[in-house]
C-alpha cells in the first residue's frame, strides 16, 4: 500500500509565498511522474505542475515564472513552491505520483490567498 501525504497549505496574503510537499510511504520501488493538480469548487481539477523521475518539469501558462516543482527521490518527496501568490490561486491542491507504475493520490492541501 502506499500513501501520499501533503503538507505546507495555509492562509497567506496576496503576493505571499507557499511551499507545498508531498512525501510517498509504503512499498516503493520505482516512482516515475510527480504531479501537482488543483480543483476548485465546481470546477474540474487542474494539473498545476508535473516532473518526471529526470527532473523535467512542465506548469500551466497560469503558473510559470510564480511557481516551481522540484523532488528529492531520496526522500520519496515533491515540492510545489509558489510565489506570487494571487487570490485566483486559492484551493486545494493535490499531489499525483506514479508508484510502481501505479497513479497514486493524495488527500489535498487548502492553499487560501486572501486579498
Known amino acids: 500500500q502506499v500513501q501520499l501525504v501533503e503538507s505546507g497549505g495555509g492562509l497567506v496574503h496576496a503576493g505571499g509565498s507557499l511551499r507545498l510537499s508531498c512525501a510517498a510511504s509504503?512499498?516503493?520501488?520505482?516512482?516515475?511522474?510527480m504531479c501537482w493538480y488543483r480543483q476548485a469548487p465546481v470546477k474540474e481539477r487542474e494539473l498545476v505542475a508535473t516532473?518526471?523521475?529526470?527532473?523535467?518539469?512542465n506548469f500551466i501558462d497560469s503558473v510559470k515564472g510564480r511557481f516551481t516543482i522540484s523532488r528529492i527521490n531520496a526522500k520519496n518527496t515533491v515540492y510545489l513552491q509558489m510565489n506570487s501568490l494571487t487570490p485566483e490561486d486559492t484551493t486545494v491542491y493535490y499531489c499525483?505520483?506514479?508508484?510502481?507504475?501505479?497513479?497514486?493520490w493524495g488527500k489535498g492541501s487548502l492553499v487560501t490567498v486572501s486579498s
Open positions: 499525483k505520483a506514479n508508484v510502481n507504475y501505479e497513479d497514486n
Open positions: 509504503g512499498s516503493i520501488f520505482r516512482i516515475n511522474t
Open positions: 516532473i518526471t523521475s529526470l527532473g523535467t518539469t
